[in-house]
């Protein structure tokens, strides 16, 4: 995605992007009591949540298609002196082995495309997760205050024609949309929530696969 990748070259665009979740954080507990041991980070940005969940020596992965990113994510490892396994690529086709992952984070990622997009990349995560294994993830709500401005390319999903990270569509979710996306999924929290400003309202999910249907 274009306009990522030139976010991710300056110091201004990365910086509300450095300093991880305080909702991740506070999972991280659980996860290590649970020995959560193989980690996805879906769409790892510049890797602040790579680099948290190495930093408490998970075995993370993670995939983002910007190159820039994962530039500075390398580099920020050096620094700490960890090792990232990260690749570029798209959430919708994820390189991984079947039942690889016990826990996989798309922290502000998968509502970036059209149903068809979201549709294949939830099967993605689907088939990469163990049964039992966590999808951590957020999801754009309707609520949030940018709802309905730009083209309605599909039912809930917004294009703005600008230069911004916005030109991409935006798909906004309701609470029984998710339901239905995440069938196979029991919910263990999902809490709609301002992130970052007021008006800015995110899905904070929690939920963990319960099922896959064939061919997964
Ligand atoms: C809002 S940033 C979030 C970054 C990171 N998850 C975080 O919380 O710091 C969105 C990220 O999703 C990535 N992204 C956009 N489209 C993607 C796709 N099709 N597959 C994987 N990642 C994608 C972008 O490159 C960008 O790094």
């Known amino acids: 995605m274009k306009a990522w990748n030139e976010s991710w070259k300056t110091e201004e665009g990365r910086a509300h992007w450095l300093e991880p979740d305080p909702f991740i954080v506070s999972l991280i507990p659980k996860f290590e ?3 959560v041991e193989k980690v996805l980070d879906l769409g790892f940005g510049i890797g602040r949540h790579t680099i948290l969940f190495a930093k408490k020596r ?21 620094r700490e002196r960890i090792i990232l396994k990260l690749i570029t690529g798209d959430m919708s086709q994820l390189p991984f082995k079947n039942n690889f992952f016990d826990l996989i984070i798309a922290w ?15 099967n993605e995560i689907m088939k990469c997760l163990k049964i039992g294994g966590y999808l951590l993830c957020t999801l754009i709500s309707t609520k949030h205050n940018k709802y309905g401005i730009g083209k309605e390319i599909e039912k809930d999903t917004f ?54 249907s064939e061919g997964r």
């Open 108 to 122: 502000n990622v998968i509502y970036h495309g059209t149903a068809e997009i979201i549709h294949n990349t939830i």
């Open 33 to 35: 009591k649970e020995e």
């Open 58 to 78: 998970f075995d993370v992965y993670g995939i983002d298609p910007s190159s820039s990113g994962l530039e500075f994510a390398m580099k920020w490892a050096q």
């Open 159 to 212: 294009v703005i024609s600008e230069e911004t990270e916005k030109s991409h569509p935006h798909h906004y979710f309701n609470k029984d949309e998710i339901a239905q996306y995440l069938k196979e999924f029991a919910p263990i929290i999902c809490d709609d929530k301002e992130q970052f400003y007021p008006g800015l309202f995110h899905w904070y999910i929690l939920t963990k696969l319960v099922s896959k």
